[in-house]
Nanobody
Framework: QVQLVESGGGSVQSGGSLRLSCAAF????????MGWFRQAPGKEREGVAA???????SYADSVKGRFTISQDNAKNTLYLQMNSLKPEDTAMYYC???????????????WGQGTQVTVSS
């Protein structure tokens, strides 16, 4: 059974940094595509960063140059380094995995429970 567990969220001031982690269980990690998403209150879930089929990365325009997605296959863990955080980055952040779906769209089959990020001005 695939399980994704996020951690690393918290409250920071504008301009601060956080690193989110997503530990994956129940499958061969590097055989799945993974990505990060977020959902702010009253807004739809949006793709933030993801790995594409060829291993390259995609980012939402709003986070380019500030966020970096990475992974450690030996630890079955996905990361999201978030720098220069802004109040508009406040949201619940989710990681997602799928055997064949990739990119910033919502079509992943497996989702974590989320970790809250709050950025104050």
């Amino acid at each position: 059974q695939v399980q994704l567990v996020e951690s690393g969220g918290g409250s920071v001031q504008s301009g601060g940094s956080l690193r989110l982690s997503c530990a994956a269980f129940g499958y061969t990690y590097n055989s799945y595509y993974m990505g990060w998403f977020r959902q702010a209150p009253g807004k739809e879930r949006e793709g933030v960063a993801a790995f594409d089929r060829d291993g390259t990365t995609s980012y939402a325009d709003s986070v380019k140059g500030r966020f970096t997605i990475s992974q450690d296959n030996a630890k079955n863990t996905l990361y999201l380094q978030m720098n220069s955080l802004k109040p508009e980055d406040t949201a619940m952040y989710y990681c997602a995995a799928d055997h064949s779906y990739y990119g910033l769209g919502p079509g992943y089959n497996y989702w974590g429970q989320g970790t809250q990020v709050t950025v104050s001005s």
